[in-house]
């Protein structure tokens, strides 16, 4: 059986926008994940690390009443350690945003340590967190 040039060229065709099609709707998500920078307010600098030093102490002390290991004493810890990671990137130089989105990085690969990279649904909750605590 053969199959006609006009065959080949049809085939050929769809491909092409299939392939078009995917890379348009690739870009569109990268394009969407980058809107939280340009659409939220951000607090200048010093005002997070002011924010954010505030907020490690009430999680200091709030950790002090719990047991060690219990998912609140957790809860308390991932704050800290990510609260404080955000505080050393501003401190070295980066914005707030770009200070948080490369904190979340960090906590998501174990880079802090190797028992130490968090869930998925962690990382939303603490992104969340900081979304509300450093925006105006």
Do not use: C
């Not at 707030?96 to 990085?105: A, G, K």
């Amino acid at each position: 059986m053969k199959v006609t040039t006009a065959k080949h060229g049809l085939r050929s065709l769809v491909m092409l926008l299939l392939l078009f099609g995917a890379f348009l709707f690739g870009a569109s998500r990268v394009e969407a994940q980058d809107l939280s920078a340009a659409t939220l307010n951000w607090m200048s600098e010093s005002e997070a690390l002011s924010k954010l030093d505030t907020e490690i102490q009430v999680y200091l002390t709030d950790q002090a009443d719990q047991t060690p290991g219990t998912p609140a004493w957790t809860n308390d810890e991932n704050h800290i350690v990510f609260y404080k990671l955000v505080m050393t990137r501003i401190g070295g130089g980066s914005t707030v945003y770009r200070s948080v989105e490369e904190s979340l990085i960090t906590l998501s690969t174990g880079v802090v340590s190797a028992d130490y990279a968090l869930s998925a649904a962690t990382i939303q909750g603490l992104k969340d967190d900081a979304i509300v605590l450093l925006t105006l």
